[in-house]
């Protein structure tokens, strides 16, 4: 075994010679054109060494943005529907670097198809820009990520699962857009569309998510994400589609298995869905699945962390936290934990240190806080949906907790909205 170590120790000198050989051998087997560039953006080794290829070249805007967010994670960009790109950053001998995997098609690209992506480059020529794309090799989004895989795990000694790689993605969907769509929900509950799901994942999934076993359910995630939970259609963004609504109803269950009420879960699961339906791109339909997995999983767990209380107390704030908008009082909960409502009370203050009037007055003020904030309902909708009496009593009831008026918060809400984004 030494021996042989330092035979490859002989033939490589540097390990820039070996990340170079092993970009020779990654393009002979995937036939994706690979380009590393220096912290100056001057090509350092590109392959391959093809006439079609010579003076192409990514524009400086296109390569720009691939560098500037792979100085984060590694970076996974689409363009036109039709062309894949990803970048990851190295260092070596404390000097930055950037490989560029791609360009990589999603399908079969026609000479009409062109003109939208000639931009893209420094050559305008559209003959030449044609001859180089019919070179290129067509790839499904999770193909090319496994290369992308066997890139990082090459350079940078580490490996990066699926589950992983679209997490890393995450800021291109703002966490608002999320918020935002599951407090309109509210409004408009729509029924949640299930994809069959065997028996036997779906236990695999529930008991990770019970668990908090991370590490398994990004396994079980890369999986599906893989194509082996079924072929559910044969074009691949409805394939992706209805993969993620599969696993949206499976993690739900597993949600509600591990404390989540049902409701919470169902409709969290929902707001997801309906985001998924409006992606155009497979990578951002999984970027969203990724994100579903982890944050029911996550708010399971902090349920699971605040469950000090006794169970009646526990049941009766999942209660109240899952119908604000219906009528809530002492007596309605009690029947629902089985108590009378004198012992509740007593039971409740005791342990929550506050009385249950105040402990749901609180709770709607919280929650008309987030649909000020995340919806356009109008002052008397926030009111009514909340289940005030009136529009005045919850004014006074915002006022006594927040120490402003509904529409005081809302306009401090948006100014400081307005100053983040200038900022």
């Given at each position: ?43 350092r ?26 100085k ?25 670097y ?21 931009p ?78 065997s ?34 259609s ?94 809530l ?26 009385t ?42 915002f ?25």
């Open positions: 075994m030494k021996k042989r170590e330092m035979e490859i120790d002989m033939k490589f000198h540097n390990d820039w010679e070996r990340i170079c050989e092993f970009c020779k051998l990654l393009y002979e087997v995937s036939q994706i054109p690979i380009l590393i560039l220096d912290e100056c953006g001057s090509s080794f590109f392959c391959p060494s093809l006439p079609e290829f010579q003076g192409i070249g990514l524009s400086q805007s296109i390569a720009e943005n691939l560098i500037a967010h792979a984060q994670c590694p970076v996974l960009q689409t363009y036109h529907s039709i062309l894949s790109y990803a970048c990851i950053s190295f260092f070596r001998d404390n000097r930055p950037y490989l560029i995997l791609g360009p990589a098609l999603l399908g079969e690209i026609s000479q009409s198809k062109i003109s939208s992506v000639a893209l480059y420094t050559c305008q020529d559209t003959h030449r820009l044609y001859n180089a794309a019919k070179q290129l090799p067509i790839h499904n989004t999770v193909q090319f990520i496994r290369y992308t895989q066997m890139l990082h795990l090459t350079i940078l000694g580490e490996g990066i699962g699926l589950s992983d790689f679209f997490i890393a993605q995450q800021e291109q969907l703002p966490q608002e857009a999320i918020d935002r769509a599951l407090e309109s929900s509210y409004f408009s509950q729509k029924e949640l569309t299930n994809m069959p799901v028996f036997e994942h779906e236990q695999m999934f529930t008991e990770c998510v019970k668990t908090g076993n991370t590490a398994e359910l990004k396994r079980l995630l890369d999986s599906y994400i893989s194509g082996t939970a079924g072929t559910l044969s074009n691949p963004l409805r394939q992706s589609k209805d993969t993620c609504i599969a696993i949206a109803a499976v993690i739900a269950r597993a949600a509600i298995a591990g404390g989540m009420s049902a409701e919470s879960a169902c409709r969290l699961s929902d707001v997801y869905v309906q985001q998924v339906e409006s992606c155009t791109e497979v990578k951002d339909v999984y970027m969203l699945c990724a994100r579903l997995v982890f944050d029911l999983t996550e708010r399971v767990a902090n349920l699971q962390k605040q469950n000090t209380y006794s169970e009646p107390v526990t049941q009766c704030i999942q209660h109240i936290t899952d119908h604000l908008h219906e009528d009082s002492l007596s309605i909960l009690a029947e629902q934990v089985q108590l009378s409502p004198r012992y509740l009370s007593h039971l409740f203050k005791q342990e929550t240190g506050s249950i009037t105040s402990y749901i007055q609180q709770a709607r003020v919280r929650e008309a806080q987030n649909l000020l904030l995340l919806s356009d309902q109008s002052f008397l909708e926030i009111s009514n949906f909340l289940h005030f009496v009136s529009q005045s009593y919850f004014i006074q009831i006022k006594r907790y927040t120490g402003m008026t509904p529409q005081q918060y809302r306009k401090r809400g948006q100014r400081l909205s307005k100053a983040n984004r200038l900022g």
